[in-house]
């Protein structure tokens, strides 16, 4: 009987939980979504798309708008750019913020560096350079932290 009790506790428990992890709803981080979109000047119409182009679009989109309810991603419409909170995965850097800024030639040319078959580092260089950090604080965030970042980028990228 003990055992049941501490389960339906962490059931409990985590269900709480789990209701505290998204700060706005759905319908707010859409709009924000949009706002971003239309402040970098990104053509989210996904009805021009093709099928392989509306998949990567709402896949990026879909860890954008993740990012909005979960209160780690913010606009900063005066300065146009986004800010960023490193999540608890990436323990040694958890709660640190990134000023996200739109890419410029200059970010592109970090992948100067590295050779056709670099991709990871490639990805990684223009992705430092969009946060004014340097590569090797980017290769140290976890996958959950990069999905977010990647998705910007890649975004903007397409426009």
């Not at 989109?61 to 750019?81: C, N, Y």
């Amino acid at each position: 009987m003990f055992g049941k009790n501490e389960n339906n506790e962490k059931t409990q428990e985590k269900a709480e939980n789990s209701s505290n992890k998204y700060k706005i709803d759905e319908k707010t981080a859409e709009m924000e979504f949009d706002n971003f979109c239309e402040m970098w000047d990104i053509d989210n119409d996904i009805s021009v798309m093709n099928d392989e182009d509306k998949s990567g679009f709402n896949k990026n989109k879909s860890a954008i708008v993740k990012a909005f309810r979960q209160g780690r991603l913010i606009i900063d419409r005066e300065k146009k750019t986004l800010v960023y909170t490193i999540s608890d995965f990436s323990e040694d850097k958890r709660g640190e913020t990134l000023v996200i800024r739109r890419l410029k030639g200059a970010d592109f040319m970090a992948m100067d560096n590295y050779k056709e078959k670099d991709l990871i580092h490639k990805t990684y260089s223009v992705i430092a350079s969009m946060v004014a950090r340097p590569t090797s604080y980017i290769s140290s965030l976890d996958n959950n932290d990069l999905k977010v970042l990647q998705a910007c980028m890649i975004l903007f990228s397409q426009g």
